[in-house]
């Protein structure tokens, strides 16, 4: 699968590994990314796991560990999201 292929499943194995306890008795981890929020000089790290029903954000440590309490995200809670990478952003609503 070569280089990238074989990161991006570390990856993956690593951030649901961390998710797992998060989740709820009987509920599944459908997919997972990891995020980042930018500072001045550095930036908080973040696995976001999607369930049917919520969104887990999990702050994370330098070495990919859960440095924090997760917070849950229901689809209720969201109004509006933006989604900013290199080459620009996307913004949607939902309702």
Do not use: Y
């Not at 980042?36 to 702050?59: E, H, W």
């Not at 859960?66 to 609503?93: C, E, F, H, L, N």
């Amino acid at each position: 699968m070569g280089f990238f292929g074989n990161k991006w499943e570390e990856t993956a194995r690593r951030l649901r590994a961390e998710l797992d306890p998060c989740l709820k008795p009987g509920e599944e981890l459908i997919g997972a990314i990891h995020a980042n929020q930018q500072r001045k000089f550095s930036a908080n790290l973040f696995a976001i796991g999607v369930t049917p029903d919520r969104l887990i954000v999990l702050p994370l440590d330098r070495k990919m560990k859960a440095s924090g309490d997760p917070q849950s995200v229901t689809r209720d809670d969201i109004t509006s999201s933006a989604i900013w990478g290199w080459v620009g952003a996307s913004a949607t609503s939902w309702t």
